[in-house]
């Protein structure tokens, strides 16, 4: 049986930052928290739909840019906040998460409980591995993570 709540890294870690939501995912992971699988998505937008499916949460970790926030800064959207379709996160892959959320909500499988946490990305050249900036504030990213998931009663 799967667990009731997901947590989906996002993003190509072959673009410096745009990788910053699988790296915050395997830190999750390592946390082997209660109720929760963690599932690396990469860069594979619609093809996250079976994971995604019949979840009772969902929270996306990624490189997001909103408005003229800094790089570093660590947003969390819940809800509404993360649109059904187009580019959710900033991301080198074509097809995002947006879409599968879409696709999710098309079939009637998209999770009650929905929040996504990520950092505005400070670089994404080509190039693997996270700039100095990004690594050094990953740990915000997981804590945000962990208050989201704390507020869903999943506690480390």
Do not use: K
């Amino acid at each position: 049986m799967r667990e009731p709540v997901l947590v989906l890294g996002v993003g190509n870690e072959l673009f410096t930052d745009e990788g910053v939501g699988v790296a915050a995912a395997r830190r999750l992971a390592g946390l082997r928290l209660p109720g929760v699988e963690v599932v690396d998505g990469g860069t594979l937008g619609v093809g996250l739909l079976p994971a995604i499916a019949g979840r009772e949460a969902l929270l996306i970790t990624d490189a997001i840019v909103r408005g003229d926030a800094r790089p570093g800064t660590v947003i969390v959207l819940r809800g509404e906040e993360i649109p059904d379709a187009g580019p959710l996160m900033v991301s080198a892959h074509q097809t995002g998460v947006g879409q599968a959320l879409a696709a999710a909500d098309l079939a009637g499988c998209r999770p009650p409980r929905l929040a996504a946490v990520g950092m505005v990305p400070a670089s994404l050249e080509t190039g693997y591995g996270l700039s100095p900036l990004a690594a050094g504030r990953l740990g915000r990213l997981v804590a945000g993570a962990l208050d989201v998931l704390a507020g869903w009663g999943v506690h480390a």
